[in-house]
């Protein structure tokens, strides 16, 4: 081992002990002073401050969120009993032991179903204490996996069995700008013949505040359809196997929408500043579903956050554009 600079030697008089911590404290100076180099041969755990500061410069990883019940539920104590409650006794209903094994390897929840040592006996028999593990099962789901929860929640039955304040609590009061807009678009003379439009913008409407990701899907699938309904009505070919850049382009060309001359008039000019506005708002909407939404087969956890308030814009926009693209092709 090579032997320490004199300075860093403490007198022979010393003991063992004030010499080491001498070293110790003569070591921290020079480092103070930017010397490092010049004792690590023998202070090899003195660093530098900017070089031990050199393992955090490494970006953290982005944290998910995990998804939560909506506050209307959680708010209130007695709500969220009643939810839990009424929830367990209708799925309870709604599913037998096959439902429940499915559910269990979906979901990863052998320990609580599969391997339970009375929960799908109680169920097969119909004992009396299958309820109960059925509530135990709903707790716990909403303390450890609501996304499980969510799939028993959008069960038909639970649908049109709990009770309205139930499901209004978990909705949200429903975006009103959507609200008028979905309500409008059903009574747009131009598209009855072509596409149930009001059905589409019904679920775009139903998705909002509470499911941002799943609007923005809708809205694509609103969009889409749309698009496709107008090129089949015009007898355009070969509809099915474009996709959705291509149906875009396709669409706005058929309607006289995307021409290659100098506008006639300023006003024209102006019509062709809007409409490739709307090219951009649809393409946007489409990218937006990849993105944040469902779209191919997207791992839930794995898209980005988006808002109510976004997600809102995007839906109000893909309904007006769709209006507009069905009118405008009943026009000409």
């Given at each position: 081992?090579?032997?320490?600079?004199?300075?860093?030697?403490?007198?022979?008089a010393?003991?063992?002990?004030?010499?080491?911590?001498?070293?110790?404290?003569?070591?921290?100076?020079?480092?103070?002073?930017?010397?490092?180099?010049?004792?690590?041969?023998?202070?090899?755990?003195?660093?530098?401050?900017?070089?031990?500061?050199?393992?955090?410069?490494?970006?953290?990883?982005?944290?998910?969120?995990?998804?939560?019940?909506?506050?209307?539920?959680?708010?209130?104590?007695?709500?969220?009993?009643?939810?839990?409650?009424?929830?367990?006794?209708?799925?309870?209903?709604?599913?037998?032991s096959?439902?429940?094994?499915?559910?269990?390897?979906?979901?990863?929840?052998?320990?609580?179903?599969?391997?339970?040592?009375?929960?799908?006996?109680?169920?097969?028999?119909?004992?009396?204490?299958?309820?109960?593990?059925?509530?135990?099962?709903?707790?716990?789901?909403?303390?450890?996996?609501?996304?499980?929860?969510?799939?028993?929640?959008?069960?038909?039955?639970?649908?049109?069995?709990?009770?309205?304040?139930?499901?209004?609590?978990?909705?949200?009061?429903?975006?009103?700008?959507?609200?008028?807009?979905?309500?409008?678009?059903?009574?747009?003379?131009?598209?009855?013949?072509?596409?149930?439009?009001?059905?589409?913008?019904?679920?775009?409407?139903?998705?909002?505040?509470?499911?941002p990701?799943?609007?923005?899907?809708?809205?694509?699938?609103?969009?889409?359809?749309?698009?496709?309904?107008?090129?089949?009505?015009?007898?355009?070919?070969?509809?099915?196997?474009?996709?959705?850049?291509?149906?875009?382009?396709?669409?706005?060309?058929?309607?006289?929408?995307?021409?290659?001359?100098?506008?006639?008039?300023?006003?024209?000019?102006?019509?062709?500043?809007?409409?490739y506005?709307?090219k951009?708002?649809?393409?946007?909407?489409?990218?937006?579903?990849?993105?944040a939404?469902?779209?191919?087969?997207?791992?839930?956890?794995?898209?980005?956050?988006?808002?109510?308030?976004?997600?809102?814009?995007?839906?109000?926009?893909?309904?007006?554009?769709?209006?507009?693209?069905?009118?405008?092709?009943?026009?000409?």
């Open positions: 081992m090579p032997t320490p600079p004199q300075f860093l030697k403490a007198p022979d010393l003991d063992t002990g004030v010499r080491e911590r001498c070293r110790v404290v003569a070591a921290a100076v020079l480092v103070s002073l930017d010397y490092q180099r010049a004792i690590a041969p023998f202070f090899p755990e003195a660093q530098c401050p900017s070089s031990s500061m050199r393992q955090w410069e490494h970006p953290m990883p982005k944290i998910k969120r995990k998804p939560e019940l909506p506050e209307g539920i959680t708010d209130d104590p007695a709500t969220l009993g009643r939810f839990k409650v009424e929830l367990a006794e209708i799925v309870a209903k709604a599913y037998g096959s439902n429940w094994k499915k559910f269990a390897i979906r979901f990863g929840l052998d320990r609580e179903i599969s391997d339970h040592p009375r929960f799908l006996r109680s169920c097969d028999w119909g004992d009396h204490d299958y309820e109960g593990h059925v509530i135990n099962l709903i707790d716990h789901l909403c303390r450890q996996n609501v996304p499980a929860l969510m799939v028993l929640f959008e069960i038909p039955r639970v649908q049109k069995e709990l009770s309205d304040d139930l499901l209004v609590a978990w909705h949200g009061q429903q975006d009103p700008l959507v609200s008028a807009l979905s309500h409008s678009l059903g009574t747009v003379d131009a598209a009855r013949d072509m596409i149930d439009l009001g059905s589409y913008a019904a679920r775009v409407e139903g998705t909002l505040p509470h499911d990701k799943a609007a923005i899907g809708a809205t694509k699938d609103l969009l889409e359809a749309a698009m496709r309904s107008i090129l089949d009505k015009r007898g355009v070919t070969g509809v099915e196997k474009l996709d959705f850049p291509a149906l875009m382009n396709r669409c706005l060309t058929e309607l006289g929408m995307a021409p290659k001359g100098a506008p006639a008039s300023e006003v024209e000019k102006k019509i062709r500043s809007i409409v506005g709307a951009e708002i649809i393409i946007a909407a489409n990218e937006l579903r990849n993105l939404g469902t779209g191919h087969g997207r791992v839930v956890g794995t898209e980005e956050e988006l808002s109510a308030d976004d997600a809102s814009m995007i839906a109000s926009s893909g309904m007006v554009l769709s209006a507009w693209l069905l009118r405008r092709a009943d026009a000409i």
